[in-house]
């Protein structure tokens, strides 16, 4: 079955950088693009990047271009999120998604906080 296992979130203060990490099983990780979502409390959830499936491009929110670089490791089966400049506004649950023939399967959610 199709899992993904988000890690690397936690307290940070603003301007600081974290790394979030997803490891996925249970599909052909390398035939599918993967993205980041976040939902920050009383917000709906807002796309963040999506990545393809070679790696070879990124699109981002207009809220984090410049500062989040999504990027993968196929041969690790792994998508991470690099998060630099961060603002208060990105304090979120941020989560790894995937879409397959049809469904979209989503992990746990690592939390961000920036706060100082």
């Known amino acids: 079955q199709v899992q993904l296992v988000e890690s690397g979130g936690g307290l940070v203060q603003p301007g600081g950088s974290l790394r979030l990490s997803c490891a996925a099983s249970g599909f052909t990780f390398s035939r599918h693009a993967m993205s980041w979502y976040r939902q920050a409390p009383g917000k709906e959830r807002e796309l963040v990047a999506t990545i393809t499936s070679a790696g070879g491009s990124t699109n981002y929110a207009d809220s984090v271009k410049g500062r989040f670089t999504g990027t993968r490791d196929n041969a690790k089966n792994t998508v991470y999120l690099q998060m630099n400049s961060l603002k208060a506004e990105d304090t979120a649950v941020y989560y790894c998604?995937?879409?397959?023939?049809?469904?979209?399967?989503w992990g746990q959610g690592t939390q961000v906080t920036v706060s100082s």
């Open positions: 998604t995937v879409r397959i023939v049809g469904k979209r399967y």
